[in-house]
């Protein structure tokens, strides 16, 4: 209270003298009596109290410097700082701001703002009042994105903290609030969002792959149009409008399975599962997708799909492929042993035949181990050609000529009871195929048709031009763009359901009973029609028959009526020298046997080395070899070479039980080199070696 009192005097009396006036107001307060103290006394309390007046005067003056020094610096920092910078009244009235703030808000100056009202400024009245909730609330605000109204009326981004202000000396709260305008940040911002948008859209939409979003009840929320290709739909909205659940799998249990994989995993990876296309065909996928949860928290799952319908049919050719190879190689491998063998018995029984008469008691059973020989032959002739080691011989053929005449046989093979019906197409174009080997195609499929039906029916036989293309694949599924000749084979037996279907041609796949079938007769008809370039097709339902169709190419050669010269008697002796090399001790002897019978002169060798020596050693001219040409050490062509040399005039006759050893593998022509294969009989390799010693040289 004293110190308050002598404030307003500080400034204009000496220290000693404030210290007097101070002792006197102290003593009059408290009642002191001065004089009783002592001159002394009172000296050293007025020097005392000149002293603390002095340093007070001094405090009071420096602290009004610091003040206003601190006044300066906030309002330089308030003027000048970059950011908008405002004071307002929570009635909405703008009581002080700087010149950045007017900038922002698009204002001349800031004079033109204050005492405004604030709801100018909101772009929104709701953002305003959801903005003063927090600021209510939490006392601060900061890093608040909004939107406010500039004065020509366009929008500007600005980052704005705030604090509320509440005055303790019962004076109005105030809000302080700083901008930063971001409008350029977020121009950059949605530039990138919606580059990433685009980029996505493009990822989603160019992709080749299905690409699908739905809920957990089917529903498709997003599909690609990858997806709509793969479907054979024409839009996106047709999917949309489906539902997943129903009609998509071919199996709605696929799809629960799926869906508890998913709630397990919440993934799945390389799924198989079958679906199908708007017209109804099946077709093969391949997903892996996710769970995900939306916005509004609502499980939804993205899925991948590819279609691998294509693939997976490459995949089970390939494997088929991969066993007729096999197959093919087992074949080959016994055929050339087994044919020798089959040469023998059929050599042998031809020469014992010749020695006996009908009327020998051991012919009969000659013939039928001469008939047994040749059904082995013709089994072993099968399985090479299914395995596809026999190479076919190709005709120009017209097939309504070939199944007019095959058609008493056809009648023969499938009863009396059941009815052959032939449709041949008048205008029919021609195809080129191995004709014994078509015929036997259509003798295997009409056999099966008539088990088909053991109690009669009808078997159809339809011949027709085909022209395939893309647009046509639901008619002739699996073959491919083209100009074909189809036989059909319509039967009204028993039919096949899907799985058998999908096994019919698979080697030694039978439906039959024990010893009624080998298993072979439908994969030998496609491989055949295979090797001919053409395509076997099968359709059937139990108890609706079956039908085969075959496609053969159409070739555009004409073929005309051979004219054969007038026959000669043909006589197979000769005097000639022929050198033979074969491997096999019992089918040397039995050619060298018919050889020497019909006059000719035999050395014989059992290797190709063996040869060459007994060649060199040999004076006389050697008209004809005729070798094996699969032999230890030295081939049959080898020795060839070697041969011709030294005897550049020496004609060549190759023979092997192996498949597809023609003598052109070896780069000799049809002139220098004939081809028997094994086994044959023996009049046709005496034939054979009559002609090439009298063809020219």
């Given at each position: 209270m004293v110190l308050s009192a002598i404030s307003p005097i500080s400034g204009s009396h000496p220290p000693c003298l404030l210290g007097l006036f101070v002792l006197l107001a102290v003593a009059t307060s408290i009642k002191i009596d001065l004089p009783s103290l002592g001159i002394a006394t009172v000296?050293?309390?007025?020097?005392?109290?000149?002293?603390?007046?002095?340093?007070?005067?001094?405090?009071?003056?420096?602290?009004?410097?610091?003040?206003?020094?601190?006044?300066?610096?906030?309002?330089?920092?308030?003027?000048?700082?970059?950011?908008?910078?405002?004071?307002?009244?929570?009635?909405?009235?703008?009581l002080d701001c700087n010149d950045a703030f007017a900038r922002i808000l698009g204002y001349a100056s800031r004079a033109e703002l204050l005492s405004r009202p604030t709801h100018v400024l909101w772009d929104d009245s709701a953002g305003a009042e959801s903005f003063l909730a927090l600021l209510n609330k939490h006392k601060t605000v900061t890093n608040y994105e909004r939107q406010l109204r500039r004065n020509d009326g366009t929008r500007v981004w600005v980052l704005q903290n705030a604090t509320l202000l509440e005055a303790s000396d019962n004076s109005p709260a105030v809000i302080e609030a700083m901008?930063?305008?971001?409008?350029?940040?977020?121009?950059?911002?949605?530039?990138?969002?919606?580059?990433?948008?685009?980029?996505?859209?493009?990822?989603?939409?160019?992709?080749?792959?299905?690409?699908?979003?739905?809920?957990?009840?089917?529903?498709?929320?997003?599909?690609?149009?990858?997806?709509?290709?793969?479907?054979?739909?024409?839009?996106?909205?047709?999917?949309?409008?489906?539902?997943?659940?129903?009609?998509?799998?071919?199996?709605?249990?696929?799809?629960?399975?799926?869906?508890?994989?998913?709630?397990?995993?919440?993934?799945?990876?390389?799924?198989e599962v079958n679906?199908?296309?708007?017209?109804?065909?099946?077709?093969?996928?391949?997903?892996?997708?996710?769970?995900?949860?939306?916005?509004?928290?609502?499980?939804?799952?993205?899925?991948?799909?590819?279609?691998?319908?294509?693939?997976?049919?490459?995949?089970?050719?390939?494997?088929?492929?991969?066993?007729?190879?096999?197959?093919?190689?087992?074949?080959?491998?016994?055929?050339?042993?087994?044919?020798?063998?089959?040469?023998?018995?059929?050599?042998?029984?031809?020469?014992?035949?010749?020695?006996?008469?009908?009327?020998?008691?051991?012919?009969?059973?000659?013939?039928?181990?001469?008939?047994?020989?040749?059904?082995?032959?013709?089994?072993?002739?099968?399985?090479?050609?299914f395995g596809r080691r026999k190479p076919l011989e190709f005709d120009v053929l017209d097939l309504n000529a070939a199944l007019s005449e095959l058609r008493e046989l056809l009648q023969h093979l499938v009863g009396e009871n059941i009815l052959l019906v032939a449709r041949l197409s008048p205008l029919l174009k021609q195809v080129k195929a191995d004709r014994g080997l078509l015929e036997q195609v259509i003798i295997n499929l009409a056999g099966n048709a008539r088990d088909a039906m053991p109690d009669g029916g009808t078997l159809t036989i339809i011949t027709a031009n085909a022209s395939t293309n893309e647009t046509s694949a639901v008619e002739h599924p699996g073959v491919p763009c083209g100009q074909f000749v189809t036989i059909t084979l319509c039967d009204t037996g028993i039919g096949m359901d899907s799985?058998?279907?999908?096994?019919?041609?698979?080697?030694?796949?039978?439906?039959?009973?024990?010893?009624?079938?080998t298993g072979l007769g439908l994969a030998m008809v496609q491989s055949i029609v295979a090797q001919s370039g053409g395509h076997v097709t099968v359709a059937s339902e139990p108890g609706h028959g079956s039908k085969f169709t075959i496609y053969l190419p159409a070739v555009q050669e004409i073929t005309l009526p051979e004219m054969s010269a007038p026959q000669m008697p043909e006589s197979y002796f000769g005097s000639?020298?022929?050198?033979?090399?074969?491997?096999?001790?019992?089918?040397?002897?039995?050619?060298?046997?018919?050889?020497?019978?019909?006059?000719?002169?035999?050395?014989?060798?059992?290797?190709?080395?063996?040869?060459?020596?007994?060649?060199?050693?040999?004076?006389?001219?050697?008209?004809?070899?005729?070798?094996?040409?699969?032999?230890?050490?030295?081939?049959?062509?080898?020795?060839?070479?070697?041969?011709?040399?030294?005897?550049?005039?020496?004609?060549?006759?190759?023979?092997?039980?192996?498949?597809?050893?023609?003598?052109?593998?070896?780069?000799?022509?049809?002139?220098?080199?004939?081809?028997?294969q094994k086994p044959f009989v023996m009049k046709l390799l005496l034939k054979e070696v009559r002609k090439i010693l009298d063809s020219a040289a």
């Open positions: 000296t050293s309390i007025v020097v005392g109290l000149a002293i603390l007046a002095y340093r007070l005067k001094r405090r009071l003056a420096a602290q009004a410097l610091e003040l206003h020094a601190c006044r300066q610096r906030y309002q330089q920092i308030f003027e000048r700082n970059p950011a908008g910078m405002c004071r307002m009244s929570l009635e909405e009235e703008i901008l930063i305008d971001i409008t350029e940040h977020k121009k950059a911002q949605e530039s990138v969002l919606q580059q990433s948008e685009t980029n996505y859209r493009s990822l989603v939409e160019g992709s080749p792959y299905g690409i699908i979003r739905s809920t957990a009840a089917g529903k498709f929320l997003m599909v690609n149009p990858a997806l709509v290709t793969m479907l054979g739909y024409d839009s996106q909205a047709e999917i949309l409008a489906l539902n997943a659940a129903s009609e998509l799998y071919q199996d709605p249990s696929d799809r629960l399975k799926i869906l508890a994989l998913f709630q397990g995993t919440r993934h799945v990876e390389n799924i679906w199908k296309k708007k017209d109804g065909r099946p077709i093969l996928v391949r997903a892996r997708g996710r769970l995900i949860r939306d916005d509004q928290g609502t499980e939804c799952f993205e899925s991948i799909v590819e279609d691998i319908t294509e693939r997976r049919m490459l995949e089970d050719n390939l494997r088929q492929a991969q066993k007729m190879e096999a197959i093919g190689q087992l074949a080959g491998g016994i055929a050339h042993d087994f044919n020798n063998l089959l040469l023998i018995i059929l050599g042998q029984c031809h020469q014992l035949l010749a020695q006996t008469g009908p009327t020998d008691p051991g012919y009969a059973r000659l013939q039928e181990i001469q008939a047994a020989a040749e059904r082995a032959k013709s089994l072993t002739t099968r399985l090479l050609i799985a058998t279907q999908n096994r019919v041609f698979e080697p030694y796949f039978t439906t039959k009973g024990p010893g009624k079938g000639e020298t022929v050198l033979l090399v074969e491997d096999e001790r019992s089918v040397r002897l039995l050619i060298r046997e018919f050889l020497q019978s019909s006059g000719y002169v035999v050395i014989e060798a059992e290797t190709g080395q063996q040869a060459l020596r007994l060649a060199q050693a040999h004076q006389g001219p050697i008209h004809l070899l005729v070798t094996d040409i699969v032999m230890p050490k030295m081939s049959g062509h080898e020795l060839a070479r070697e041969l011709s040399a030294s005897r550049p005039a020496l004609k060549v006759l190759c023979m092997s039980g192996y498949p597809g050893k023609r003598s052109q593998e070896e780069g000799a022509s049809d002139d220098e080199r004939r081809f028997l």
